[in-house]
């Protein structure tokens, strides 16, 4: 595959290493070569680097393996899963899965990435819905557009939220993004 073919989300081996492609920026200037500028996170260690390269250098892809878990529990810095099918469960540091994990609820399915039998990374479903357990209250004579807190959701993570938002209410937030999409019924 291609520097320039190495968008956001995939993994490729750099360096003998497996890397979590964060940002691939292609440059045309007025004079000289095209060139890439990419931020990469090794999946092994977490270490984040930036690195400039040719569009059309060459890199591998590594073979990942995609399952299902189901997310147990939280126990201190890891975070345990089971696997849908073998039934096996294993331990994940929370630092390799990012700010994903600020949505994990229990006993909830997610799409595991793996790399020689080791979980670096999961999928969200793109919106999910939690219920919001904090809200502090909206401002008397304030419309649904015309402002935003910050509500806690089950999971205990922080979402800006519209002020008619009270605790309570179902919303549905987008994982990536972190950010409310809509209240639900």
């Known amino acids: 595959m291609l520097i320039s073919q190495a968008k956001k989300g995939k993994t490729?081996?750099?360096r003998d290493q497996a890397w979590n492609v964060l940002k691939n920026e292609h440059y045309k200037p007025g004079k000289g070569r095209a060139f890439s500028k990419l931020k990469l996170k090794n999946i092994k260690n977490g270490n984040v680097i930036d690195q400039t390269?040719?569009?059309?250098?060459?890199?591998d892809e590594p073979n990942?393996?995609?399952?299902?878990?189901?997310?147990?529990?939280q126990e201190e810095n890891s975070l345990n899963f089971m696997d849908?099918?073998?039934f096996e469960q294993i331990s994940v540091d929370e630092n390799n899965l990012g700010s994903k994990k600020k949505f994990l609820k229990e006993n909830f399915n997610v799409m595991g990435m793996f790399l020689d039998d080791e979980m670096f990374d999961m999928e969200l479903p793109a919106k999910?819905?939690?219920?919001?357990?904090s809200a502090p209250p909206g401002v008397k004579g304030n419309s649904a557009q015309s402002g935003t807190k910050i509500v806690?959701?089950?999971t205990g993570a922080k979402v800006d939220a519209p002020l008619f938002v009270k605790e309570g209410d179902r919303i549905r937030v987008n994982t990536e993004t972190g950010k409310y999409a809509e209240?639900?019924?």
Request: proline share 3%; charged share 35%; net charge neutral.
């Open 183 to 185: 209240r639900v019924k």
């Open 12 to 14: 490729i081996i750099f």
């Open 84 to 86: 849908s099918k073998s």
């Open 64 to 73: 990942i393996e995609r399952r299902t878990m189901t997310f147990l529990y």
């Open 152 to 154: 806690e959701i089950e």
């Open 53 to 59: 390269l040719s569009p059309d250098e060459r890199v």
């Open 128 to 133: 999910m819905v939690f219920e919001v357990v």
